[in-house]
């Protein structure tokens, strides 16, 4: 006895097909789920009138509060109570990686001083010498009291800003006087100001020191060749230094005499006359290497101030 058997004639569905139809199912899911939360959240009456306060009073033409952060905002800010701790270089994941950058400090050596008073000592530039100003082949910091911890040279001025561009000058010529031959380069930078030196020494590894030149963030305003902001910090070739310090100081018709004027622009206008140039920093694309702002200003088209235009 034979069993006869229907076959139901089968159906060919290509791979292409089920691919579609499963990722169309996945994104009616995913558009079903964002329309149910979305409705949820829109029409919490709470949760949109803390969107909308939150909203104006960072963006809005209502608030009353300044669109922009400024870098005084962070004049008073202090650093970490506490002491800053570095990984060992010699730990393992870290051995062995410090090869180029060794290198390269042995071949541009730089000096940094460092922009600061006692009431900063503490706060802020212990933590420069904790952190990044290891990396310099020399650091100093200079500062109207002296302190042995850090160590910080005396100079004889008064703080407040008032007092920036004497005690920038100071600096400069004691710096010349007992360090002229420590370093090639000699950067300036404030105690709230962030270096990474490695970039540094890229950026000076082919420039002469021999040449009277100098590097930094470049305002047009002022100056025919512009000036270098004093927050983002600068550094000089020796033979600048030796030209600001050996004809500039001390010449009433080349620099300013008294202590008074913005740092920078000051610096800046000595430097000209001097005619010491104003070199560019920028890299092989045109990207900035100092950053004299906070980084919404220069990382934002448009929301930083005019010199940034």
Known sequence: MFETIRRLPSMNVSRPTVVFLGVGFVFG??????FVNTQRFTNNEKFLKDFKSNW???????????????????EDAEGPASEVVFHSSE?????????????????VRVLCWIMTGPQNHVSKARHVKATWGKRCNKLIFMSSKA?????????DVKEGRDSLWGK?????EYIYKKHLDDADWFLKADDDTYTIVENLRHLLQDKNTS???FFGHKFKPFVS??????????????????RFVEQGVHNSSICRQDNGGYE?????????KLEVEAGDSRDSVGRKRFFPFVPEHHLIPGRGPSLLQ
Do not use: W
Not at 29 to 34: D, E, P, T
Not at 56 to 74: C, F, I, Q, T
């Open 264 to 272: 920078d622009v000051e610096m800046g206008k000595c430097m000209n």
């Open 147 to 155: 302190d042995k911890t850090l160590p910080a040279v005396k100079l």
């Open 29 to 34: 899911l995913s558009v079903s789920y964002l």
């Open 91 to 107: 730990e393992d994941a870290h051995r062995g990686k410090y090869a180029v950058a060794k290198e390269l400090a042995q071949n």
């Open 211 to 213: 040449e009277p030149i």
């Open 56 to 74: 104006e009073s960072n963006y809005g033409r209502k608030s009353s509060r300044p669109v922009l952060h400024d870098a005084h905002d962070l």
């Open 225 to 242: 060749q512009g000036y270098f902001s004093g927050g983002a910090g600068y550094v000089l070739s020796k033979a600048a230094l030796t």
């Open 168 to 172: 920038t000058k100071q600096a400069f």
